[in-house]
């Protein structure tokens, strides 16, 4: 496998002060790992889901990242919603641009932004649509390859899922996998900084990514990502960006690829878990308050009842049902204790 491609930034430019300051950075962190970085990222207009929240700033952010691209000789990709804002790209000399999730899921405007960029020297990448619609993910990608863009690249951040998951999006591999065997020299990269909302899996997610043989990773980096606009809590510094791309193995030989990614899955899985037990014991704490307050005993039998048919299914593998109901005896036994610690 190649080096992977590097895309770093702020998920928005906010002043000329933070778009340089973090790309200086960025530019060192990789230096010191030596690391290349491919590409910087920065939103210019940002499609928020509330109507008061930061929405970009807008033109002016352009000419600051026109002068990233001159001072530090390094493409800049800015995400784009219609043609005029295209058309304002190409004026201030914008090298790549993004069709984010949101927009991806209408091939209205996707074909409008073919159309505007088809004259033009732009590198696309075309993130995932909102919706797990892997046919609509292909076809905006033959859009802009049909309308003679050089360089295509697909971008996946995972889609909104209400199931329990700890990450904002669920990673639903699959389908960026089957976009690949569908493209087989379509270079896809991972945005884990979407995926997860929050810098704490960015990480594990980057790695599984590129054990699944993705090209490369898009991090949302800031220089003081407590302050950011937009975004704050998956925005790693330039210099945890450095340290954890660092981290990250890219193998080259894979002897047994299938095995790799079963255990990224399983860690996957695992992390999950952790964090489930903790939320559960946390729903345990607000029970024991509202027993406590209403004079209701601890242990509600018929209750524990339920939760044992939760886990317990017919014609479950008898092994498996003995692990099961040892497992709940302990989980039962650490919820009582809990909850009599309230009564204390
Ligand atoms: C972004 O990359 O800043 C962004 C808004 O991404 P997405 O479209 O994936 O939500
Ligand atoms: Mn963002």
């Known amino acids: ?53 930061f929405s970009g700033v807008g ?44 927009t991806a899921v209408n091939p209205t405007e996707v074909q409008q932004l073919a159309d505007a960029v088809r004259h033009s020297d732009f590198t696309v990448l075309v993130k995932n649509p909102l919706v797990p619609d892997l046919k609509l993910w292909i076809g905006n990608i033959e859009r802009f390859a049909n309308a003679g863009v050089r360089q295509v690249m697909a971008v996946h951040r995972g889609f909104p899922d209400n199931n329990e998951n700890v990450y904002r999006n669920a990673p639903c591999w699959e389908i960026p996998i ?5 493209f087989p020299d379509l270079k896809i ?11 704490q899996w960015i990480g594990q997610i980057s790695q599984i990514a590129l054990n699944y043989g993705f090209n490369g990773l898009m991090i949302e980096s800031h220089v003081r990502p407590e302050q950011a606009l937009s975004d704050a809590a998956q925005q790693l510094t330039p210099q945890a960006w450095g340290e954890l791309v660092a981290t990250l193995q890219v193998r080259t030989d894979m002897p047994n690829r299938d095995l790799i990614c079963q255990r ?12 489930l037990l903790a939320k559960r014991m946390r729903i345990v704490d607000d029970i024991a308050e509202i027993k406590r307050k209403n004079n209701l005993p601890v242990v509600q039998p018929q209750q524990w009842q339920q939760v044992t048919e939760r886990f317990l299914k017919p014609g479950q593998d008898p092994a498996y049902q003995e692990f099961i109901n040892q497992f709940l005896e302990i989980l039962h036994q650490a919820s009582i204790k809990r909850q009599n610690n309230h009564n204390e």
């Open 1 to 53: 496998m190649e080096r992977p491609i590097l895309i770093a930034g702020p998920c928005a430019a906010e002043s000329e002060q933070q778009v340089l300051a973090t790309a200086e950075q960025l530019q060192q962190a990789a230096n010191a790992h030596g690391l290349e970085l491919d590409g910087f990222r920065a939103g210019v207009w940002k499609p928020r889901s509330q109507p008061n929240s």
């Open 59 to 102: 033109e002016p952010a352009l000419e600051w990242l026109s002068q990233v691209q001159r001072q530090f000789k390094l493409p800049v990709c800015v995400e784009v919603m219609n043609a005029a804002q295209v058309e304002l790209c190409a004026r201030y000399g914008i090298r790549m641009v993004w069709v984010g999730a949101r």
């Open 178 to 182: 089957d976009l690949k065997v569908h």
């Open 189 to 199: 990269l991972c945005d884990p900084s979407h995926l997860c909302g929050s810098t």
């Open 264 to 275: 990224a899955l399983l860690e996957n899985v695992d992390t999950q878990l952790s964090e």
